[in-house]
């Protein structure tokens, strides 16, 4: 597609439900990243993917936290049982070279929103 | 890590030219420095990146010095739409540590009229 494209762009969660995040990248870039985004703050680096390989998750914060990129096109956030300070945007970039020191292209976010 | 400081909010008006200061003592030989410009309700959007000395594109320039442990980027009379924060990066665009990619708390540049 034209842009990376993220769904869906709000969701609400109970404490202890789990969530799935989309990402869709731009077609044929090798590689992908996922930020959490705080209100107020700079995005924060969760994980990264070149092609289907996770080559590094050291930024997710808890083993709730899990990520996944099967065929190394669509990648899927997930968090296991939601709790408050999970609330925030959930940004997906994808870039065509191996590094986030390239141009990364960024989709709208997903907002989380815990209650 | 190459960590970078910048101003936390800056103001200016219409028409004027506006200049955000990056500092990076600790940037590395194959460092490149990368701008990146975020509204409310979006992701961020690529602005410029460069090695040294000028680079100019339809949107900005950034001046890099020779020592390089700074960098500015300069928006040429800026309308309210420029009105945003602005986020200064630095990292090899050939090295494989995404991880090294820090954002920090950017620029909040509010322009008025």
């Known amino acids: 597609g034209a842009g990376v494209s993220q769904s869906p762009r709000y969701k609400v969660a109970k404490r202890g439900q789990d969530v799935a995040l989309r990402c869709d990248p731009i077609s044929g870039h090798v590689s992908l990243f996922w930020y959490q985004q705080a209100l107020g703050q700079g995005p924060e680096f969760l994980t990264y993917?070149?092609?289907?390989?996770?080559?590094?998750k050291s930024g997710l914060p808890s083993d709730r936290f899990f990520a996944e990129r099967p065929e190394g096109s669509v990648s899927t956030l997930k968090i296991q049982r939601t709790q408050q300070e999970d609330s925030a945007v959930y940004l997906c970039a994808s870039s065509v070279l191996s590094s986030g020191a390239n141009v990364l292209t960024f989709g709208a976010g997903s907002r989380l929103t815990v209650l | 890590l190459a960590k970078t400081t910048q101003p936390i909010s800056m103001d200016s008006y219409e028409g004027q030219e506006v200049n955000i200061t990056c500092s990076h003592n600790?940037?590395?030989?194959?460092?490149?420095i990368t701008w990146y410009q975020q509204f409310p309700s979006q992701g961020p959007r690529f602005i410029i990146q460069?090695?040294?000395t000028k680079v100019t594109n339809e949107v900005a320039s950034l001046f890099i010095p020779a020592d390089r442990k700074s960098s500015t980027l300069s928006l040429p009379r800026v309308s309210l739409s420029d009105t945003a924060v602005y986020y200064c990066l630095v990292g090899d665009p050939l090295g494989s540590s995404a991880s090294k990619i820090i954002f920090g708390s950017g620029t909040r540049l509010s322009i008025r009229p």
């Open positions: 600790n940037i590395a030989t194959n460092d490149y």
């Open positions: 993917f070149q092609n289907e390989a996770q080559l590094d």
């Open positions: 460069g090695y040294k």
